[in-house]
């Protein structure tokens, strides 16, 4: 049922019928065998029981014509026998339940013959600013290595971007940060000190987390939000929306604030949902803050409105990006260029362009033509906009909407020719 929408598309109706047919037929094959198997143990239960029962009575029958026992003894161990015999024929029919108890109880104890997370028990005096550094850090699956010596730092306030090709190690990276794995070599520093020493829930409580999927919570829009930090206020709740660029949404939905949210949030669209998780981030106090592809599956326009939240989340945080839009690391203070798990370059967008052949590579292929004069165009308007305000150099206002800043028909862009501009235009 949840892949309705695959096998309809793809009239694939027949063959997950027949799918459906041979693994109900196995089903029933097993549940004939397994009937069967305990109707044989019933069977040669009741019938010890019955024999033991006719024994009894004949040797106890035998010796009360001979005197040697009375009628009433007799009565009594036939009573004995029934009392014994009644709970083995209960076992006997539950034997199958008993098998599946014994089954799933395993899979339970497997489960919780688990590890338990351990913290270390260093509580820093001062709570952590977003200091990052890793040391010759190397980690693997099992057998299988997927980090291997890596090194680099972070600085409170920074935007490191992390990006590499599909199994490069990214997100395994951005995980040891909080915990979710620990590196089998080298040190992952907070402040100076080792993640590994610290208490999980201050460590945990110190970082954001904003997944390429939005997760939402059965309940209320504003109980989603709030679930970045439990005791915060409607007041702070609504804030945090009107940041993330939520809350002219959440304003049209049936109930506001106190809307359910149906299946998870499938009534929104995919940047609606995003932008919900940005608002649970922002709502969590915390110096560091992870984001995994956050824009990878949406639209122009809501890539623009989640960009625009996410500068915002970033301010005073030490902010971790894994991104393959150019849109997304071209104004990262710095991008870490992964590929098989070591860490090849690291540098500015115009660096790596001119250094990192996989990084120029990466960027040709994920970047299309469009997207690049727009990046030019909304880094020229920037500029504009900071000599007009008289911004400092190297503080950049919020980029406009590609729209916004689009050149007038006559006058193409430098550094293009006029057929670049036309082409340009119809691409748009």
């Known amino acids: 049922l949840a892949g309705i929408a695959l096998t309809k598309s793809f009239a694939r109706e027949r063959y997950e019928a027949h799918r459906f047919t041979d693994q109900a037929s196995q089903a029933v094959h097993a549940r004939i065998d397994l009937a069967t198997q305990e109707t044989r143990f019933a069977f040669t239960v009741g019938a ?22 009375t009628i009433g003894t007799l009565l009594v161990v036939l009573a004995y026998i029934g009392f014994v015999y009644g709970p083995m024929s209960v076992v006997a029919n539950i034997a199958g339940t008993l098998q599946s108890a014994l089954v799933s109880a395993r899979r339970v104890r497997e489960t919780l013959a688990l590890p338990m997370e351990q913290g270390g028990g260093l509580k820093p005096a001062a709570p952590l600013g977003g200091e990052v550094r890793f040391e010759d850090v190397t980690f693997a699956y099992g057998d299988t290595p997927v980090l291997e010596g890596v090194s680099f730092s972070a600085k409170p306030g920074e935007l490191i971007a992390v990006v590499g090709p599909s199994g490069a190690g990214k997100t395994t990276l951005l995980t040891l940060m909080n915990r979710f794995n620990d590196p089998k070599t080298g040190r992952v520093l907070i402040d100076g000190i080792d993640v590994r020493d610290l208490p999980l829930d201050t460590l945990r409580a110190s970082v954001s987390v904003v997944l390429q999927e939005a ?47 149906d299946k998870a949030g499938a009534s929104l669209s995919g940047g609606q949902r995003q932008r919900l998780s940005i608002a649970r981030a922002f709502l969590k106090p915390s110096p560091l803050l992870i984001l995994d592809e956050p824009t990878s599956a949406l639209d122009p326009l ?81 500029r504009r906009e900071d000599r007009g305000a008289g911004v400092p150099a190297g503080q950049l206002a919020l980029p406009l909407h590609p729209v916004l800043v689009w050149p007038a028909r006559n006058e193409p862009e430098p550094g293009h020719t006029e057929t670049d501009s036309t082409e340009t235009r119809r691409a748009s």
């Open 215 to 261: 997760i939402l919570i059965s309940g209320t829009v504003a109980e989603n939000i709030r679930y970045g930090r439990l005791e915060a206020t409607d007041a702070e709740v609504e804030e945090a929306a009107r940041a993330a660029h939520a809350h002219e949404f959440i304003c049209e939905l049936p109930d506001g604030y106190r809307t359910e949210m």
């Open 302 to 382: 809501s890539e623009s409105l989640v960009l625009d939240a996410l500068r915002r989340l970033r301010r005073n945080r030490t902010t971790f990006v894994i991104a393959h839009r150019l849109s997304t690391v071209r104004d990262a203070d710095r991008i870490l260029v992964l590929d098989h798990g070591r860490l090849i370059a690291q540098g500015r967008h115009d660096e790596l362009m001119q250094t990192c052949a996989v990084y120029r590579r990466m960027t040709r292929l994920f970047t299309s033509p469009t997207e690049r004069r727009s990046g030019e165009r909304r880094r020229h308007a920037r």
């Open 48 to 69: 010890i029981t019955a024999a033991g029962g006719v024994i009894t009575l004949g040797v106890g029958g035998w010796r009360v014509l001979n005197g040697e026992l």
